[in-house]
């Protein structure tokens, strides 16, 4: 399975930790940066190429970390076919993939530690969309979307 990650420098830290524990647990990662703390990067610009990364299928799933996770999970959503999900907590992170049928797993690495951040990683990487009701709505969702992108 091949994952697309990315952060800005807020998220650095964090997303070298998501990549140890991705590559070790055996999953195929594309680190699309950023690649230092240096403070002058901007997220939408990883965040933008994460979603791209998932949307056109190039990658399974996509996680993308910045300080709050807000910035990113407001880019990644732009990006149609894109179902991104900020949570802060483990079970937010298996309701999103069972649920919403997320794609992408936002983190804000200023409000979860290490610990909870990889745990989330992995529920949200293991968990399947449960379909029935919850397909109808996400459905719904890829609707919205066909008739934004007619206006557009
Ligand atoms: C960077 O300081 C910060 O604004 C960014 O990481 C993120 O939290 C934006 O939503």
């Known amino acids: 399975m091949k994952i697309a990650l990315g952060s800005d420098h807020a998220g650095f830290e964090l997303k070298e930790e998501v990549k140890g524990y991705l590559s070790k647990a055996g999953y195929e990662v594309g680190d699309l940066g950023t690649y230092t703390s240096f403070p002058h990067c901007d997220y939408p610009d990883f965040g933008y190429e994460v979603a791209r990364g998932v949307s056109s299928e190039k990658y399974n799933f996509g996680i993308l970390i910045c300080g709050t996770g807000i ?71 890829k609707e919205i979307e066909k008739k934004i992108l007619k206006i557009c």
């Open 71 to 141: 910035g990113m999970s407001i880019v990644a959503n732009k990006v149609p076919g894109i179902r991104a999900s900020l949570c802060y907590n483990i079970e937010a992170a298996k309701l999103s993939r069972q649920h919403n049928d997320s794609n992408i797993l936002v983190m804000g690495a200023r409000f979860v530690d290490k610990s909870s951040a990889l745990q989330m990683v992995k529920i949200f990487l293991e968990t399947q969309a449960e379909g029935g009701r919850h397909l109808r709505r996400v459905s719904k969702i």
